[in-house]
């Protein structure tokens, strides 16, 4: 075993066993680095990454590779998930010098973790224009040797053209963005959509759901019926591609075709809680039953293969099962008669099954009839036994960390769906997440929140996304359950978050703490990609709290973010979903929502609809300016420092929301 054997991440330790001498990133490596002159390998991926371990098997696991790269090299592995800085800040250099970006990288830095070259996944032999990782570890070793003052140059340029981008932000000044940015995404993403089969842009195609959330927004704040029938019609297709497990619910992390089909069979716990948290608002809006069977099984697919012990949420299953790709979900069209019997031919039908299959002589089940999801009795039958035939078939591999930011993305998805619905059993575990997450990924002698946790330990200080992402769930989990620590719980959050990560120069927050490891640069992450941005995240939440704690500063820094990227959400707005929803509660005024005493019939009223303006303040009372003064048994409806009149009625209280 190598030095990965003492690791937390699932994915380190796969390559425990390599012939590689890897380090896990860290001073040991790079003084090594140092002591030999050597430069360093650094290989970055995670656990559900399918040609992460294909260029494992090919390579790292090949003893003359690894002779070469031990001889030639300090190697070192990262598990982007528990590093997404150190991620970020390569994957930035490597796209700057090849182009593109993606997992496996591979990074070669000097000893002071400068990087010169960069790349994907090498190939164990040349093919299809790519040298083989032999040749490429042979090339770079030849110019630290005989060119190095060039890659020293290159370095430190890259490395300065990196920190210009860091630092490149600053508040624009002039008008704040409005309402016309939010339109001008939704334009955007027009011109983008796919008018076929749902979703923005062409192969391969990844769910979008802060893409489809901000046309639900927008149909709901400006009635706009297109908006809502691309946000449908990407749904329903989505929900009726291959992308979608039929048997156990949840979604794959992409497509690899235009028509949702053919997955790349990962599942991730961030692609649960946003595309969920998308069914869950269109079911809201729309009514339709066909959203909430999809909230509810994939929200229930979590809970059951998802779900530790002690009430976190784990990170990923992986695309392989027996070493291959899919070969847990997919069917012969025999073996699905044989475990279905007599509702075979239902669900033949009903899952587009043939001989010939869909996907390398096996079927991918999917619903050719678009958006026709609610299954007749015998389909249902039919996709239990199925199911129960699956579950004997060897599961693919679990990536079993837990991570604070995936898991405040879940928990905010879970506490506002069990309150929709009033699912009490979603709650119950909603409160055992946030439970377990404030005892176990908060270091126990000075609070500070941690990034991973695996095994009984938690590791890595955690990051700007980590705190944003728990101070939405923890708002969320008040507004769910109208209990008064997780406001408490939220507060302490939020002020951790921009005590540690706050550019008091330019505002906005850093992805690093200033009590963090420095890097060659320190970063922003203001971009919103399958994961909300930090910043973006950490706007939206500051707005919301604020509003239900009455605190002008959390106010102060979420326009201050919005202000820092004025410029930027107006040339480029729909790379910026998630922060509109930012830009849109500051532009109009939130809607706070007071429900004084034991009114259960007032606060399911707010609950059950979506109400992205809303904020809702209930049961046991903390310090706001919500309950102060307010008799029991009536609702508030409160915008802009002005007050409707309290009502007990649920209609009038649902008129004044309206109005």
């Known amino acids: 075993m190598n030095r990965l054997a003492n690791e937390t991440s699932p994915y380190l330790q796969q390559h425990k066993d390599n012939p590689v001498d890897w380090y896990p990133w860290g001073d040991e490596a790079f003084a090594r ?3 030999e002159d050597k430069p360093i390998l650094l290989s970055v991926g995670y656990a559900a990454c399918h040609w992460c371990h294909v260029m494992a098997h090919e390579s790292f696991e090949d003893p003359a590779t690894a002779e070469l790269m031990n001889e030639l090299f300090v190697n070192v592995k990262v598990d982007r998930e528990e590093r997404p800085d150190v991620d970020s800040i390569y994957m930035e250099a490597v796209q700057a010098m090849s182009g593109h970006g993606g997992w496996p990288m591979t990074v070669f830095l000097t000893p002071d973790g400068e990087p010169f070259f960069g790349g994907t996944y090498f ?49 624009a000044g002039g008008e704040r963005p409005g309402l016309e940015v939010v339109r001008a995404a939704r334009d955007a993403l027009a011109a983008r959509f796919d008018n076929q089969y749902g979703g923005f842009g062409r192969a391969p195609k990844f769910p979008q759901p802060d893409q489809v959330e901000l046309l639900l927004r927008h149909h ?17 297709a989505m929900a009726s591609g291959g992308i979608y497990d039929h048997l156990g619910g949840g979604f794959h992390r992409y497509s690899v075709d235009q ?3 053919v997955p790349h069979f990962e599942k991730m716990l961030y692609d649960q809680a946003l595309v969920a948290r998308a069914y869950l608002h269109a079911w809201q809006v729309t009514g339709e039953a066909r959203y909430l069977q999809v909230l509810s099984e994939t929200v229930d697919y979590v809970r059951r293969d998802l779900r530790h012990s002690e009430g976190g949420f784990l990170s990923s299953e992986d695309a392989d099962s027996e070493g291959v790709e899919g070969k847990f979900y997919v069917w012969s069209k025999a073996e699905m008669e044989s475990v279905a019997g007599a509702d075979a031919a239902d669900a033949v039908a009903w899952w587009g099954v043939t001989a010939a299959g869909n996907f390398e002589g096996s079927n991918i089940l999917h619903r050719p009839v678009r958006g026709d999801l609610i299954r007749p009795e015998p389909v249902e ?47 119950v575990d909603a409160r055992t997440a946030g439970e377990f997450l404030l005892r176990a990924l908060r270091r126990p002698e000075d609070g500070r929140w941690l990034r991973s946790w695996q095994g009984g330990r938690a590791r890595h200080l955690a990051y700007a996304g980590d705190h944003a992402a728990m101070v939405d769930a923890l708002t969320r989990l008040a507004e769910a359950t109208g209990e008064a620590r997780w406001v408490e719980a939220a507060r302490g959050t939020a002020d951790a978050m921009l005590e540690l990560f706050w550019d008091d120069a330019n505002g906005g927050l850093f992805t690093t703490g200033s009590d963090a490891e420095r890097l060659i640069t320190r970063s922003k992450d203001i971009l919103d990609n399958v994961i909300p941005s930090a910043n973006g995240a950490a706007a939206v939440a500051l707005h919301r709290l604020g509003a239900l704690v009455g605190e002008p500063r959390y106010h102060d820094r979420a326009e201050a973010i919005v202000a820092l990227v004025a410029e930027a959400l107006r040339q480029h707005p729909a790379a910026f979903c998630h922060l509109l929803g930012a830009v849109e ?41 919500l309950f102060e003064g307010r008799r029991d048994g009536l609702a508030y409806v409160c915008r802009n420092y002005a007050c409707q009149a309290p009502t007990g009625d649920v209609d009038e209280l649902l008129a004044q929301l309206a109005a």
């Open 381 to 427: 039958r039919a996709r239990q036994a199925l199911f129960a035939a699956r579950e004997k078939r060897v599961r693919p591999g679990l990536d079993d960390k837990v991570l604070t930011e995936w898991n405040g993305l879940f928990l905010a998805t879970l506490a506002e769906a069990a309150a929709a619905t009033g699912r009490d059993d979603w709650l």
């Open 123 to 171: 190939p164990p032999e040349p093919r299809m224009n790519m040298p083989s990782f032999g040749q490429v570890c042979q090339a770079v070793a030849e110019l630290w040797r005989e060119r190095r003052p060039d890659v020293l140059a290159q370095a430190k340029n890259l490395a300065g053209a990196l920190d210009q981008v860091a630092s490149a932000l600053a508040p």
């Open 259 to 261: 028509r949702w089909l």
């Open 33 to 35: 680095a140092r002591a």
């Open 585 to 625: 509660l500051g532009a109009e005024p939130v809607v706070e929502v007071a429900v004084v005493g034991d009114r259960p019939d007032l606060v399911g009223a707010v609950q059950r609809r979506w109400l992205p303006q809303v904020v809702l303040a209930w049961g046991e009372r903390y310090p706001s300016p």
């Open 220 to 236: 709901v704040r400006e009635g706009d019926e297109v908006s809502l029938a691309r946000v449908t019609m990407t749904l329903d």
